[in-house]
């Protein structure tokens, strides 16, 4: 964390003491109105970095309610805890030398003060939006559809928002009186997460919940496979009883057509054909991805009570891992409308899934050992994925699960041909499979040494 913190620290340094020079250097444009023009980039990034990435603030409210203490006053504390988060300070690394820069240029030292605290004011506003984003499914989905209205609109060169951004941007330091707007929409945006948070600050907050007619469903076929089959009917009884394992099928589909963005050279910059390949893990593993990074979190509601029972871990694993490999076999199957394209492009899916099958189907398992977030089964909230299944651990997993096809692809295609390539990464994933009991020896063992602490955080309510 240490290290990671270090390198943006120095990165942000890096870009605010010499990205006017670069630009002045690189182009015939005057930076600072080419980085405003562009800064609207920044912070949107800055958000989807944030909700990945960033804890939003949480107190054990408990002991808090029956001490004389006003809930204005834990609300301030816990929200200006997260103003004081790096992902805030980071930003302080790039717009105070930026700033600096600037007046050695010879801007106006009002203007650039003005611009400095629209700047930082932006950043806290993100800082709350974020919450909100994580707090609240209609702002989630209210932001996403303005982000990709826009995206859509810019892409078919219909509509270019960055001509009207601009103007807020470049205005701070023309029109100084413009930073009251910025510190005016933070105050606005605190107000609203304060009156959240405020408004679910006692202690029946979320202890009500719907109760639907129970329906019951057997699938005793799966009986002939022991611990096994009855590890399978639990799973398959989850996702068609509860809303959130349900998007992960509903995303699972929509992942099938991922595909068509590489194949169909929709995006010119996915035309590389060592793009495919990634392509292709996608389609057939979207449910893998989205299921899988969540072992054995699906269980946390009742992982305490199975943990005190003799069922063997391996059992446990397998069933998971079955799961996986049947969903993506169907997966498979449901993609050979890929033949339209060719058969080339079919014979690409097919090795992706092969890889899925013996590497992914593991990895994922052993991401999940790392993630520990509890689920609500009864809730769509984070349908997408829940950023705390993002640490580095699991960030590190992201290179045998993606780099490594994509990178035997190249050699394939670098020193023979496409064909090879798709051999390599097949021939990976079949090697992968033929230890599947080793591998699958060395993950039961994590899963044994991560017990404790996995109970332990399932145990964690905020």
């Not at 960030?395 to 670098?414: H, N, R, S, V």
Request: charged share 15%; hydrophobic share 55%.
């Amino acid at each position: 964390m240490a290290f990671g913190a270090l390198y943006f620290i120095v990165m942000f340094l890096g870009l605010g003491a010499g990205s006017y020079y670069i630009i002045k250097k690189a182009t015939d444009l005057e930076p600072f109105g080419l980085i405003n023009r562009f800064m609207i980039y920044y912070f949107v990034f800055d958000l989807v970095f944030r909700f990945f990435m960033q804890k939003t603030p949480v107190m054990n409210i408990r002991p808090l309610l029956y001490i004389n203490i006003k809930k204005d006053t834990i609300v301030n504390y816990t929200l200006g805890k997260s103003a004081l988060s790096f992902f805030n300070i980071m930003h302080l690394f790039f717009f105070i030398p930026f700033a600096v820069v600037l007046c050695i240029e010879g801007f106006s030292v009002l203007g650039v003060m003005t611009w400095l605290v629209g700047m930082l004011a932006t950043v806290l506003i993100i800082n709350f939006l974020n919450i909100l984003i994580d707090k609240k499914d209609v702002v989630f989905y209210s932001v996403a559809v303005v982000f990709i209205a826009l995206g859509a609109l810019q892409y078919f060169g219909w509509f270019d928002a960055t001509n009207y951004t601009v103007y807020y941007f470049k205005g701070l330091y023309d029109y100084p009186w413009m930073v009251i707007i910025a510190l005016a929409v933070l105050f606005f945006v605190f107000r609203i997460v304060h009156r959240f948070f405020k408004s679910n600050l006692y202690l029946d907050a979320g202890l009500s919940t719907q109760h639907d007619i129970a329906k019951s469903q057997h699938f005793d076929w799966l009986d002939q496979f022991g611990t096994l089959g009855a590890f399978l009917k639990n799973d398959i009884r989850l996702i068609t009883r509860n809303k959130r394992a349900k998007s992960v099928i509903i995303m699972s589909f929509l992942f099938l057509f991922y595909g068509l963005l590489f194949i169909t050279g929709a995006i010119e910059a996915y035309e590389n054909p060592v793009w495919k390949i990634f392509g292709g893990i996608f389609v057939t593993g979207g449910f893998m991805f989205s299921f899988g990074q969540f072992v054995p979190s699906w269980d946390s509601s009742y992982y305490n009570l199975m943990m005190s029972q003799n069922i063997p871990y391996r059992d446990y694993l397998s069933s998971k891992w079955w799961l996986m490999v049947i969903v993506t076999l169907i997966s498979a199957v449901l993609a050979s409308f890929y033949l339209i394209f060719g058969w080339k492009v079919y014979l690409l899916v097919l090795a992706a899934a092969v890889y899925n099958i013996g590497i992914n189907a593991h990895i994922v398992l052993l991401a999940g050992a790392f993630t520990r977030t509890p689920i609500d089964l009864m809730s769509n909230k984070n349908a997408f994925g829940d950023k705390k299944a993002f640490n580095f651990k699991t960030l590190l997993l992201i290179i045998p699960q993606i780099l490594i096809p994509l990178a035997l692809y190249y050699l394939g295609i670098a020193f023979f041909n496409d064909l090879i390539g798709l051999l390599f990464v097949a021939l990976a994933g079949v090697a992968g499979f033929a230890f599947k009991g080793y591998v699958f020896n060395k993950i039961e063992n994590i899963y044994k040494t991560q017990k404790y602490d996995t109970i332990l955080a399932y145990k964690q309510k905020n």
